[in-house]
């Protein structure tokens, strides 16, 4: 009684009793002839996971999204397979497995190598916490006070820890949504339903597991998973659920930035895109979450009008038709299209100031880069995609020389070529120069000698700039060099750079004057 004293006094979570907040509902088995799901959509190798850890005297079921899924006649993205055995017990059961993960221990069971490879993620059915232990800060400024920890939360009720092990009734009541709290037994063609998830499927709706205003606390991502599930399965969101999503939504900002970026990342590469932003905007979460969206949209929470909104919309729209026909899609490349107008705005800016392009335009990406993405994990690898995308745009300026022919033998060319078209396409550049670069990229020796052909004729005949006549000086006089010698000492340096500086050399040229 005391310390729940000192607790509320000094403003921390007092030990919530989950039952209270998370029922646990009633164990309801649904035989084959009701569920409907049809084996055909399952992943052979998700099924193998199930049996090996059955076969080994443990529970284990197919869960969460896939289950979902299922249900709904769709052939899941992911299986994960939930289970009595713990990290350990698992991870002996499987040659190539990897407990990974602190805030929440699970396994990676790995199946294949290299772009093909599989995981199926093996998590340990989690107990309702009785009583949670609260520390002073987060998952960084914490790390040594968190050491040890099954179960812990932050000063907002936030969970940083959960591995407490339970049975499966308790993992059903601490999942999210009723939709993603069903098990399905492939051997027997069994799901387990604690939470009417069934009925809420085919109502389409998602409803929150117990209290909405604390499971949100518990996992403020858990708003972000609710946009995702509403846009991706076209489901409302129950009004108890709903009410408390606006005023929660200040707890996002106590959010890793990392898990932010990947939830922000998942909401826009499933295939829904679109439909995403416009749950944002209804759920009055369009401005203010993520950095990056900001940048992109209005102050009322819309793509803009004109090119720049149209040339979003197209990148999403051709992410969308990617997902949904199963091809790969690049973050790096929604990203660079949703960034690239600051980008450019910058650039300008920088350039108007009377810095050369190419120096110009790392100085501005560097600075987008600060700015809406911060320090997360994976930024190096992102910021080096995105930065040669971005880069690749100045130098499918210049159609002359050895640099055309070095360009398109470049690991990331076709992802500068399809922003180069998208640009194109919305009217940003003169469409004439992306196809003469499919073309170029396309054709054979001849149809590329003649390519380069027409683009320096086509120079040619672009008007040159007039310049005074030199004076003429007398041998032996020593002249005070007037302003009209300037642009010819320039003009000389030009001509000896070519041969030593190679394909980037001519590059701040243009702009010099």
């Avoid at 030990?15 to 509902?25: C, Q, R, V």
């Avoid at 070529?417 to 940003?428: H, N, P, Q, S, T």
Wanted: hydrophobic fraction near 40%; charged fraction near 30%.
């Amino acid at each position: 009684m005391i310390k729940k004293f000192i607790d509320k006094l000094l403003g921390k979570p007092a030990a919530a009793n989950a039952k209270k907040t998370s029922p646990l509902g009633k164990r309801v088995e649904v035989p084959a002839e009701v569920h409907g799901i049809n084996p055909e959509l399952l992943d052979e190798r998700a099924v193998k996971v199930v049996k090996t850890l059955t076969d080994a005297g443990f529970e284990a079921y197919i869960v969460g999204g896939a289950v979902r899924d299922l249900l709904l006649g769709m052939r899941p993205k992911d299986f994960d397979v939930a289970t009595n055995a713990t990290p350990e017990q698992v991870k002996g059961l499987f040659r190539r497995a990897f407990i990974i993960g602190r805030r929440f221990r699970i396994v990676h069971v790995v199946y294949g190598r290299g772009r093909e490879h599989e995981v199926i993620e093996v998590s340990t059915f989690r107990a309702l916490p009785t009583e949670s232990e609260s520390v002073n800060g987060n998952e960084k400024t914490a790390k040594a006070e968190l050491d040890g920890k099954q179960h812990a939360v932050d000063a907002s009720g936030r969970v940083l820890r959960d591995n407490v092990w339970g049975p499966q009734i308790e993992d059903a009541a601490r999942r999210d949504f009723t939709v993603n709290a069903m098990y399905y037994d492939p051997q027997r063609r069994l799901v387990v339903d604690y939470h009417g998830g069934l009925a809420d499927a085919k109502a389409k709706l998602l409803r929150m597991i117990g209290d909405p205003e604390t499971r949100y606390r518990e996992d403020p991502v858990r708003i972000i998973r609710a946009v995702r599930f509403a846009a991706k399965l076209g489901f409302e969101l129950e009004k108890k659920t709903l009410a408390p999503v606006k005023a929660s939504s200040s707890l996002l900002a106590n959010v890793p930035a990392s898990r932010l970026f990947d939830e922000m990342i998942k909401l826009l590469q499933t295939g829904h895109s679109l439909a995403s932003l416009a749950q944002l905007k209804k759920l009055g979460l369009g401005r203010g979450v993520f950095a990056v969206l900001d940048a992109m949209l209005t102050e009322s929470g819309d793509l803009p009008a004109g090119i720049r909104g149209d040339f979003v919309r197209q990148a999403f729209e051709d992410t969308d038709r990617r997902v949904n026909e199963g091809r790969g899609v690049s973050p790096s490349f929604m990203l660079a299209c949703m960034l690239w107008h600051e980008v450019l705005d910058r650039w300008t800016k920088i350039r108007t100031g009377g810095e050369p392009p190419v120096p110009a335009l790392a100085q501005a990406i560097d600075a987008v880069f600060d700015a809406r993405i911060g320090d997360i994990s994976g930024r190096g690898k992102l910021a080096a995609d995105m930065r040669e995308i971005w880069m690749m745009q100045t130098r499918f300026e210049r159609r002359s020389g050895s640099g055309v022919f070095s360009l398109i033998e470049q690991p990331r060319y076709r992802a500068g070529f399809d922003f180069l078209r998208l640009r194109a396409d919305v009217g940003e550049i003169d469409p004439a120069l992306a196809d003469w670069w499919e073309d170029f990229a396309l054709g054979s020796d001849d149809d590329r000698q003649a390519l380069l052909a027409d683009a320096r004729a086509s120079q040619q005949k672009q008007p040159r700039a007039v310049r005074a006549p030199r004076p003429e000086t007398p041998a032996g006089d020593e002249a005070e060099p007037a302003a009209a010698d300037a642009p010819a000492k320039k003009r000389r340096r030009r001509r000896r750079k070519p041969g030593a500086g190679g394909e980037g050399a001519g590059a701040p040229a243009p702009a010099a004057e």
